[in-house]
């Protein structure tokens, strides 16, 4: 069974840094593009970025790039989201989800076929 | 960037009536085109997937239409789990590449 088991939320200041995980399993982890999602209180979803673990290739919606990082781990089968200085702005539900096939060589694969539970971030002084 | 758009914002409709609700894309997209459900507090869930192909688990009262720029989901027969919010998603293949989300279409209970 697939799952994507997200870390627990998170209360931080404004300047704080913060990394929040997405633990995968029942599929084959370094063969999934995986992405993750924001949606701020009471608003829709917005596409961050994402990540191939297998070789850490990671492409980012240009409205993040520089404000967040994507990273993942092999050996453990986690991919994770991390901010260095958290702002208020960043308060909201984060999700991972996972690519059912490489978008890249099968534009078929865009879509998200599972997600995680989403971690709440709370960024107030 | 290729820029979605969702309506109605709300509709409002009663349990058995037919829904039907739109995404927009200003830019062809084929048919690289997705519709999600996300109930309150919980994560959105694929119905529709490739504009019309209903995802594993998706109930056949929900259906898939459209390419290129415009796309209809529509509901046959609205069930009180079916209230919800619904939102469309794309793929730009160009650079960089952009999964984008549309903005969104609730649908209350009348």
């Known amino acids: 069974e697939v799952q994507l088991l997200q870390s627990a939320a998170e209360v931080r200041k404004p300047g704080e840094s913060l990394k929040i995980s997405c633990k995968a399993s029942?599929?084959?982890?370094?063969?999934?593009?995986m992405g993750w999602v924001r949606q701020r209180p009471g608003k829709g979803l917005e596409w961050m970025g994402i990540?191939?673990?297998?070789?850490?290739?990671?492409k980012y919606n240009p409205s993040f790039r520089g404000q967040v990082t994507i990273s993942a781990d092999k050996s453990s089968d986690t991919a994770y989201l991390d901010w260095s200085s958290l702002k208020p702005s960043d308060t909201g539900i984060y999700y991972c989800?996972?690519?059912?096939?490489?978008?890249?060589?099968?534009?078929?694969?865009?879509?998200?076929?599972?997600w995680g539970q989403g971690t709440m971030v709370t960024v107030s002084s | 960037e290729i820029v979605m758009t969702q309506s109605p914002a709300t509709l409002s409709a009663s349990p058995g009536e037919r829904a039907t609700l739109a995404c927009r894309a200003s830019q062809g997209v084929g048919s690289n085109l997705a519709w999600y459900q996300q109930q309150p507090g919980q994560a959105p869930r694929v119905l529709i997937y490739?504009?019309?192909t209903r995802a594993s688990g998706a109930p056949a009262r929900f259906s898939g239409s459209g390419s290129g720029t415009e796309f209809t989901l529509t509901i046959s027969s609205l069930q009180s789990e079916d209230f919800a919010v619904y939102y469309c998603q794309q793929y730009d293949n160009n650079w960089p590449p952009l999964f984008t989300f549309g903005p969104g279409t609730k649908v209350e209970m009348k």
């Open positions: 990540i191939f673990p297998r070789d850490s290739d990671t």
């Open positions: 989800a996972r690519h059912p096939l490489d978008p890249f060589s099968d534009s078929s694969g865009y879509y998200y076929d599972f």
């Open positions: 029942g599929f084959t982890f370094t063969s999934h593009w």
């Open positions: 490739g504009a019309s």
